[in-house]
């Protein structure tokens, strides 16, 4: 049968639309995670930009432990550290803490390479503890987890606020 006319059909309308629901419904997720990510790497930079400031800063003194560590090093003349660079690019709302970041709870030199010296608080990276989050290592390594190191330096006492 032939048609008369050029237009399209309603069936061949239905199925672009479709065709379009579809790769938004698959580019939406992936473009959100590709932004968390790049937060992600931003926090991780964070880190260490601490970590290079630490190294620079002179030895803590005792009451200088947990994020005391961190926001002295914004008190130096002149500053090592910006006070932004305290803040996680994660949470949506300031906190009220100088430090969005835990520091050691005893002098870092007494750490082994491997051992945390600093990570993200436990909501830093979503509100129920479950993303994990950034740890500081010793050594200047920065590990990104749900589990394992990151997890024992918030819950073993490794690190403190």
């Given at each position: 049968?032939?048609?008369?006319?050029?237009?399209?059909?309603?069936?061949?309308?239905?199925?672009?639309?479709?065709?379009?629901?579809?790769?938004?419904?698959?580019?939406?997720?992936?473009?959100?995670?590709?932004?968390?990510?790049?937060?992600?790497?931003?926090?991780?930079?964070?880190?260490?930009?601490?970590?290079?400031?630490?190294?620079?800063?002179?030895?803590?003194?005792?009451?200088?432990?947990?994020?005391?560590?961190?926001?002295r090093l914004t008190e130096t003349t002149?500053?090592?550290?910006?006070?932004?660079?305290?803040?996680?690019?994660?949470?949506?709302?300031?906190?009220?803490?100088?430090?969005?970041?835990?520091?050691?709870?005893?002098?870092?030199?007494?750490?082994?390479?491997?051992?945390?010296?600093?990570?993200?608080?436990?909501?830093?990276?979503s509100d129920d503890g479950k993303e994990?989050?950034?740890?500081?290592?010793?050594?200047?390594?920065?590990?990104?987890?749900?589990?394992?190191?990151?997890?024992?330096?918030?819950?073993?006492?490794?690190?403190?606020?």
């Open positions: 049968m032939r048609r008369g006319n050029a237009g399209l059909t309603l069936v061949e309308v239905a199925a672009g639309v479709t065709l379009v629901g579809i790769v938004i419904a698959l580019l939406v997720p992936a473009l959100s995670r590709s932004a968390r990510f790049q937060r992600v790497l931003e926090c991780e930079g964070h880190l260490k930009a601490m970590y290079g400031a630490a190294a620079k800063a002179p030895p803590p003194g005792p009451k200088d432990i947990g994020s005391a560590y961190w926001t002149p500053p090592l550290l910006q006070k932004e660079t305290l803040r996680c690019p994660l949470l949506d709302t300031p906190s009220p803490a100088a430090s969005d970041y835990l520091g050691p709870c005893e002098d870092p030199a007494k750490a082994g390479a491997k051992e945390p010296i600093g990570s993200d608080a436990e909501h830093n990276h994990g989050g950034n740890v500081l290592l010793k050594s200047g390594e920065v590990v990104t987890e749900r589990k394992g190191v990151w997890y024992s330096a918030i819950h073993h006492g490794k690190c403190r606020p």
